[in-house]
């Protein structure tokens, strides 16, 4: 059973170009939530999809913003990248919306 | 508001020592809590984790005991190893109208020497 997978991987952008980082859950699990983890920082809510719709949003510019197609991966975009979006991008699925979150690796973006 | 405070590290042990991690948290109703632990350069993986007041969640080795009345989550281990080394993340739950979100501590990193 494959768990939560990201990618890319690695990602270098230049200040002020568009970003999306791709998400697929874990089998079965229909809620996709996204996390920011900076350097040295504990993760950080960006926002949750559940049926195609976001539902509920950390304190994050409307720079960032997403998607959850119908088979219930996800997509996470950041626009007019700033040096201080270069972080780990976690994404986390789960099998309903309150249930436990299951991680993936994480998508290393950094922004030059 | 809901928040987590942990103690700074790094914490610097040796193989077999007796660890510790605190924890505390703030929050409005009753949250789950849980312990995370990430290795280098990879994700979170979930080490432990507890949903209600005096319930234990134990994982390898590692305990923490939900504490109400002292709002505490304190992970320990009674021998640690080498191969323990990682950042370690305190969480809790925060619930809105069906859907949950988790609320992290900043992390302390645990180095253990042979």
């Known amino acids: 059973d494959a768990g939560v997978t990201q990618s890319p991987t690695h990602l270098i952008k230049t200040r002020g170009q568009q970003v999306t980082l791709r998400c697929s859950p874990k089998s079965g699990h229909d809620t996709v939530s996204w996390y920011q983890q900076a350097l040295g920082q504990g993760p950080q809510f960006i926002f949750q999809?559940?049926?195609?719709?976001?539902?509920q949003r950390g304190n994050f510019p409307d720079r960032f913003s997403g998607h959850q197609f119908p088979n219930y991966s996800s997509e996470l975009n950041v626009n007019a990248l700033l040096l201080g979006d270069s972080a780990l991008y976690l994404c986390?699925?789960?099998?309903?919306?309150?249930?436990?979150?299951?991680f993936g690796p994480g998508t290393r973006l950094t922004v030059t | 508001g809901n928040s987590v405070t942990q103690m700074e590290g790094p914490v610097t042990l040796s193989e077999e020592a007796f660890l510790t991690i605190n924890c505390t948290y703030t929050a409005t109703g009753y949250p789950s809590l849980f312990w995370y632990v990430q290795y280098p350069g990879e994700g979170l993986q979930l080490l432990l984790k507890a949903t209600k007041a005096d319930d234990k969640g134990s994982n390898k080795g590692f305990e923490a005991t939900y504490r109400k009345e002292t709002t505490s989550f304190h992970l320990e281990k009674g021998s640690v190893q080498v191969s323990d080394s990682a950042v370690y993340f305190c969480?809790?739950?925060?619930?809105?109208?069906?859907?949950?979100?988790?609320?992290f501590g900043t992390g302390t990193r645990l180095l253990v020497s042979p």
């Open positions: 986390a699925s789960s099998l309903s919306p309150g249930t436990e979150q299951y």
């Open positions: 969480a809790q739950t925060v619930m809105n109208t069906g859907f949950q979100k988790l609320v």
């Open positions: 999809y559940y049926e195609e719709e976001e539902r």
